[in-house]
């Protein structure tokens, strides 16, 4: 009697037990969707990353090429008066393009860039820049640095000019801007 109850309650879980299969698919399910969408948000993230690492490496590199394209047309500049900043006119071929330091502070990046004078650099001073001739989104300016002291003009040699190069660029929504220092001898 004892050992037909057993049976009879061995009959009854596991007739009871039918449900529990499909609980545990669902919660699998469920856990294998977790997964997925964790999974989903990490790609769309690291995509986001390369996206902005690429947009970064484009806009350095045209800051960069802006900045060097002022450094050519300096070196490839034969006429004095073009390389000296106060003496560039309307229709000098670097007009645009270079500027004199300010005398005070010569190492001042945003007085020397502050093109229109209104004490600070903005994107109005970046629009007077001169526009690159590879790519119309990259400006360029070149700073002439005021002659140091005691470096005066001797009859065996010339004196020794420098300059400050600035390449900036929006390109792709990115802002970028690249200053190379040149000496040239005159």
Same mark, same amino acid.
């Given at each position: &009697?004892?050992?037909? !109850?057993?049976?009879?309650?061995?009959?009854?879980?596991?007739?009871?037990?039918? +449900?529990?299969?499909?609980? !545990?698919?669902?919660?699998?399910?469920?856990?294998?969707?977790? @997964?997925?969408?964790?999974? !989903?948000?990490?790609?769309?993230?690291?995509?986001?990353?390369?996206? =902005?690492?690429?947009?970064?490496?484009?806009?350095?590199?045209?800051?960069?090429?802006?900045?060097?394209?002022? @450094?050519?047309?300096?070196?490839?500049?034969?006429?004095?008066?073009?390389?000296?900043?106060?003496?560039?006119?309307? !229709? =000098?071929?670097?007009?645009?393009?270079?500027?004199?330091?300010?005398?005070?502070?010569?190492? *001042?990046?945003?007085?020397?860039?502050?093109?229109?004078?209104?004490? *600070?650099?903005?994107?109005?001073? @970046?629009?007077?820049?001169?526009?690159?001739?590879?790519?119309?989104?990259?400006?360029?300016?070149?700073?002439?640095?005021?002659?140091?002291? +005691? =470096?005066?003009?001797?009859?065996?040699?010339?004196?020794?000019?420098?300059?400050?190069?600035?390449? &900036?660029?929006?390109?792709?929504?990115? *802002? =970028?801007?690249?200053?190379? +220092?040149?000496?040239?001898?005159?």
């Amino acid at each position: &009697m004892i050992s037909e !109850t057993v049976k009879r309650y061995k009959m009854k879980s596991i007739a009871n037990q039918e +449900g529990v299969a499909i609980v !545990t698919v669902l919660l699998l399910l469920m856990l294998l969707i977790l @997964v997925g969408v964790t999974a !989903t948000k990490t790609v769309i993230n690291e995509k986001r990353i390369v996206r =902005s690492e690429a947009v970064f490496e484009q806009s350095f590199f045209f800051a960069e090429a802006g900045a060097l394209e002022g @450094v050519q047309k300096l070196e490839n500049e034969t006429k004095p008066e073009e390389l000296l900043a106060p003496l560039i006119e309307a !229709t =000098s071929n670097n007009e645009g393009l270079l500027v004199a330091a300010n005398e005070e502070e010569p190492k *001042d990046d945003e007085i020397n860039l502050d093109k229109d004078a209104d004490g *600070d650099f903005d994107k109005d001073d @970046v629009a007077l820049a001169q526009v690159s001739d590879t790519n119309p989104e990259t400006k360029r300016v070149v700073v002439q640095m005021p002659i140091p002291p +005691g =470096s005066s003009l001797g009859l065996g040699s010339s004196r020794l000019y420098e300059y400050m190069s600035y390449g &900036m660029t929006e390109a792709n929504g990115g *802002d =970028s801007m690249i200053k190379i +220092g040149y000496r040239k001898r005159f």
